[in-house]
């Protein structure tokens, strides 16, 4: 038996069979799983294949996934959220919950201990009621492999310039790295900051007559540009112009058009120094077997830019939301170069009705439809090609059933800065520490009850307004891995670990 590891990056805070006194009022010899300690929402994987059944503990496991598969089964408690629904198939390495600290694990509780996941093997399937008895180690089980995520490519995609002041907050704490701005050219420069790269759309009224000269070539390329530089020249500080909005490629003759265009397009954009992303397709087009000849108007463009939904669900089913990867797999057998990949839309549509396809349409609450961004979240950190990904949309200008109301933009940031943002400041810092210094810290006790050795000296840094210290370690016996010490300063009681390979 071989199971993934569900939490890449947490800690050991309780190991199988520690701490008998305190659950013997259970029966139980001593703990009957693992905790895994790391911030809250962090996505919980499927640890192997199998159906999920959801389940609520209160006084116990708290919200709480009994995984089955034949012969065995897993058990992953004290979850904030259920990603994964009832009675779903689901393949090893999916999202499935999201960590939290619910039954006996909230810190009010006797023998609270904070955010962390309880992980539970039992060596057969029996019915999930057999109480806390039947488990046994899951550790040893774990593959040496541990699912490797990619920085989140999640950015922000706003119609409107009002540029409100806790929209500029999200984005600036979230950490993301790119802005799409609708109509960039009406917006005051960096409107959110100088520390994002900015994606720029122009819209030229109903009907979008700029996608008919593709079909011209290099002379409606020509006359493309004419129409757009006077509002790119008074945006200089855009870093990327997207080519026309979704344009219809159908047919052998449109491919071909499409390819002298796009050609002389992204030259007379380089000749002014800008950078510009082609194709901007929408959803599931054009058909797979035009890239053959689509991939020769893409040598010198700075991306591809494709629109990715979910019909009426962020279902990822390789057609709508995925199907970038049969793109790459096309150019790819064609012989043609892969650009970086912007995924410049993605949610939930339908036909594009503004009131009536988009996700608040669809009955979904704000935490439900940030799960299922989270859920491919995981899918677009796994690709290196996934440049950015900026969900449709904040500040709608007439799409009020796609729109981003400020409470969910709140839970949106408070995603990418926890899972991603602080911890990659970390591990980024940690790189440039080659001295162990300070071998009487609380880092080092901590480090020396995992049988880690110093590595570094301890640096600070700081992340939004908070000050931090850190250390970096190395186990002797595992081998192209460093583990991560950090702590609020001051709070030497918390320290947290980061565990990443090299």
Request: hydrophobic share 35%; charged share 25%; proline share 6%.
């Amino acid at each position: 038996m071989k199971l993934l590891h569900p939490c890449p990056g947490a800690t050991i805070s309780q190991r199988f069979g520690e701490n008998p006194t305190w659950y013997a009022k259970f029966g139980m010899e001593g703990h009957n799983g693992i905790d895994l300690m790391a911030p809250e929402r962090t996505a919980i994987l499927a640890m192997h294949d199998g159906t999920v059944w959801q389940c609520e503990d209160p006084t116990g496991y708290g919200l709480y996934i009994y995984l089955v598969t034949d012969g065995y089964a897993t058990l992953y408690g004290h979850l904030r959220a259920f990603v994964a629904t009832n009675c779903q198939d689901v393949k090893a390495g999916e999202i499935i919950a999201e960590l939290g600290h619910t039954g006996w694990c909230v810190s009010s509780r006797p023998g609270g201990t904070g955010a962390h996941v309880h992980v539970g093997l039992r060596p057969d399937d029996e019915p999930r009621d057999n109480g806390y008895k039947g488990y046994v180690d899951p550790e040893p089980f774990w593959s040496q492999e541990v699912p490797y995520m990619n920085k989140s490519p999640l950015g922000f995609q706003v119609q409107r310039n009002v540029a409100p002041q806790w929209l500029k907050d999200d984005i600036q704490r979230s950490g993301a790295n790119h802005v799409k701005l609708i109509n960039a050219d009406a917006f005051d420069p960096y409107p959110f900051g100088e520390g994002v790269k900015y994606i720029g759309r122009l819209h030229f009224g109903e009907g979008e007559a700029d996608k008919q000269l593709i079909y011209q070539g290099a002379a409606g390329a020509d006359q493309y540009w004419a129409m757009c530089r006077p509002r790119i020249g008074s945006a200089a500080w855009v870093d990327y112009w997207e080519g026309p909005n979704e344009p219809v490629i159908q047919t052998e003759e449109q491919a071909h058009a499409f390819v002298s265009f796009e050609r002389r397009r992204v030259e007379l954009w380089h000749g002014a120094g800008r950078k510009t992303l082609s194709g901007v397709f929408a959803t599931g087009n054009p058909y797979l077997s035009l890239w053959r000849i689509l991939g020769d108007g893409l040598e010198q463009t700075d991306g591809l830019a494709l629109h990715e939904y979910g019909m009426k669900r962020m279902t990822w089913d390789g057609w709508h939301l995925g199907r970038y990867r049969k793109v790459i797999a096309a150019l790819r057998e064609a012989g043609h170069r892969v650009p970086p990949i912007f995924l410049t839309e993605t949610g939930i549509d339908y036909s594009g009705n503004p009131t009536q396809d988009g996700w608040r349409a669809q009955g979904f609450s704000e935490d439900e439809y940030l799960a299922q961004i989270i859920a491919c979240d995981r899918e677009w950190r796994a690709d290196p090609e996934i440049e950015c990904v900026t969900p449709f949309v904040w500040l709608d200008d007439g799409w009020p059933s796609y729109d981003i109301p400020r409470s969910l933009s709140g839970k949106y940031a408070d995603y990418l800065e926890v899972n991603v943002n602080l911890e990659d400041k970390i591990a980024w810092k940690a790189q440039e520490c080659v001295i162990p210094l300070n071998p009487a810290s609380a880092f080092e006790v901590a480090g020396a009850q995992k049988g880690y050795l110093p590595a570094s000296p301890e640096f600070d840094l700081e992340h939004f307004g908070v000050r931090y210290r850190a250390q970096v370690y190395r186990h002797p016996g595992i081998r192209h891995w460093q583990f991560t010490a950090y702590a609020k300063i001051g709070d030497w009681a918390n320290i947290h670990w980061i565990d990443r390979k090299n």
